[in-house]
């Protein structure tokens, strides 16, 4: 219950209260999310990127969701939500009993995963506006945490990755899905626009306190990878 509260008292601040503070590190790469702070946002275009065959990790998802392993009665946090693809697959995973915690950055997003969530009738999930520095979570109030292609929008890594494991009850786990970066391999678009390789965000996030657990190949995904982690318990 204080959880909740929590949540509520965060999801009801005003952006400008959240963002009164400046981050307190630097920019590891500026701009790399002005698309999504634009106001005029348009939802229909990123569906039309985000929830198609042709991106990998929708054509994936059923696969991707299993290996996630999510079970029903857990608090699942899906930060980078986007226009929600993955947060219904969880709202649905965790049944009545869980809960979905839907972060962004950009308001258009999330008013679309609340009309979304009314229309298919997903009443356990929450939407979270959260600053580029923060998850916007209060402390241990999450069993599972999912980063879908959103680690290299961290534009302040070393503050979100303190936020989000502070989020983490001790034993709780975060998947970290990301684009195969490797020089004179990829895409020129991947390499010019992911800042780094899986073996830097694996390091981060180990540096952030949280222990690797394992690389899981998952059936249909050859442009991404997915890492799983947790938090010690002690």
Sequence with gaps: MKALLALALVAALPLTAREAAPPAEESVRPGINARYLDPDLKVDEWLQRFEVESREVFHAREAI???????????????????????????????ERGWVYAIDIAPNFLGHI???????????????????????????????????????????????????????????????????????????WVLGHVRAGEEVFRAEIEDAGLSFQAKVAVPGMEENYFLRFVKPEA
């Design 114 to 188: 609340q009309a979304r969530a009314k229309q298919e009738g997903h009443a356990n999930i929450t939407t979270i506006l959260c600053p580029e520095d923060s998850v916007g979570l209060p402390p241990e109030s999450i069993d599972f945490a999912f980063l879908c292609d959103v680690y290299h929008h961290f534009e302040y890594p070393r503050s979100s990755m303190a936020s989000l494991v502070r989020a983490m009850k001790p034993g709780a786990t975060l998947v970290v899905i990301d684009f195969i970066r490797i020089e004179g391999e990829s895409s020129d």
């Design 65 to 95: 969701l299993e290996a996630c392993a999510v079970k029903p009665g857990m608090r699942v946090a899906d930060i980078g939500a986007g226009t929600g693809l993955y947060t219904r697959l969880f709202a649905e995973a965790v049944g």
